[in-house]
């Protein structure tokens, strides 16, 4: 059996709505810490976790996107961000925290394809 | 073969934990393994040992115990998504708090990863 | 410690309340002489919860410091002769970070 699973952690809720995006990045971060091959795409209102500039304090919440930027020291092998779920709200790549792989909606199933293990946030 | 479970929704929130313990016999009625159940998000509320449904009603937190005394299993609640949450031990027979490192494990160990609820 | 409200675990709950000072009375606390290496550390730490607004886990700490300080100070043994208990969770405790998570 393969020990390192290839993972993928489909982000598709907006930061602060809930604990999910957190709570979903906790456990990405654990999974690819032990040498499993984690990925992350970011969809649908998931994009607006990766946008510059955040700053929850007025609603009691810790900005969360920082972490994000952390990915390099865990060794997240993929960020993929679908440019449709951008283009619909009028973000640019420019405007993301982090330097991630723009795909189209169709690539998606490719990549769903090589995951041995998907996680919806 | 060999799975994991993660289940991600509150007992009676939706369907998703009663589906993911007959989920868990089936598999183990077919011959297969079960390496762990892993319970995350708001999952972790199924571990409460203090649930009284209404008598004609599922008892959900019973269920799994049942589960996990019949077939040696391990039933881990992430700790600190729990303690975020108030839930602390003593929990419900058979589940336990534990960290995300025994989740890596148990992929590490499993076929297939499999989660309920979260939509 | 009573000079500034800690959580129950003793980790300052604002971290703008943390001096060198509050530093080495924490120290003592966890049986601890500070010295330069435990500074430098102690700095790292600080610096990386403002990159980032974590504190990695043990493994990706040790990675972080290895690539910044040196590789050997990066290995889990030296981290340990310095903060013999959880170095993770020392260093956080008197660097006047929160507690790390400890779901990992």
């Known amino acids: 059996m393969k020990q390192n699973k290839t993972c993928l952690f489909i982000n598709r809720r907006s930061p602060y709505g809930s604990s999910r995006a957190q709570e979903a990045l906790d456990m990405a971060f654990a999974l690819s810490a032990f040498e499993h091959k984690v990925s992350l795409v970011f969809m649908d209102d998931g994009v607006l976790q990766i946008l510059r500039d955040q700053d929850p304090s007025e609603i009691g919440m810790k900005n969360i996107s920082p972490a994000f930027r952390a990915w390099e020291d865990y060794e997240i092998e993929h960020i993929y961000v ?40 | ?74 039933l881990i609640v992430c700790s600190t998504v729990a303690m975020r949450r108030g839930v602390s031990e003593p929990l419900a027979a058979g589940f336990r708090l534990d960290t995300l490192g025994r989740l890596t494990e148990a992929v590490t160990m499993s076929d297939r990863v499999i989660t309920f609820g979260g939509s | 410690m009573e000079l500034v409200p800690t959580t129950k675990d003793g980790f300052l709950i604002n971290k703008e309340d943390w001096t060198p ?11 601890i002489k500070l010295t330069e290496a435990h500074w430098e550390i102690i700095y790292f730490v600080q610096d990386y919860y403002q990159e980032y607004s974590i504190t990695p886990i043990m493994r990706i700490l040790g990675k972080a410091i290895g690539k910044k300080l040196g590789e050997n100070k990066g290995k889990s043994r030296y981290l340990y002769t310095l903060f013999p208990e959880v170095p993770i969770k020392q260093a956080a405790r008197i660097a006047g970070l929160p507690k790390p998570p400890s779901c990992i």
């Open chain 1, 82 to 121: 679908e440019k449709k779920s951008l283009d619909m709200r009028g973000i640019k790549k420019s405007d993301l925290l982090i330097e991630a792989e723009i795909i189209e909606s169709d690539q998606l199933g490719k990549i769903l394809n090589k995951q041995d293990f998907i996680f919806n946030d």
């Open chain 2, 1 to 74: 073969m060999k799975f994991t479970i993660i289940v991600n929704d509150a007992p009676y929130q939706s369907q998703s934990a009663d589906t993911a313990c007959k989920f868990a016999h089936a598999l183990l009625d077919e011959g297969h393994e079960l390496t762990q159940v892993f319970f995350y998000f708001d999952g972790v509320w199924n571990a409460l040992a203090d649930a009284e449904p209404p008598q004609d009603d599922r008892h959900v937190v019973d269920n799994w115990s049942k589960l996990a005394l019949k077939n040696e299993l391990e």
């Open chain 3, 21 to 31: 000072e509050i530093a080495e009375i924490i120290a003592k606390e966890e049986g």
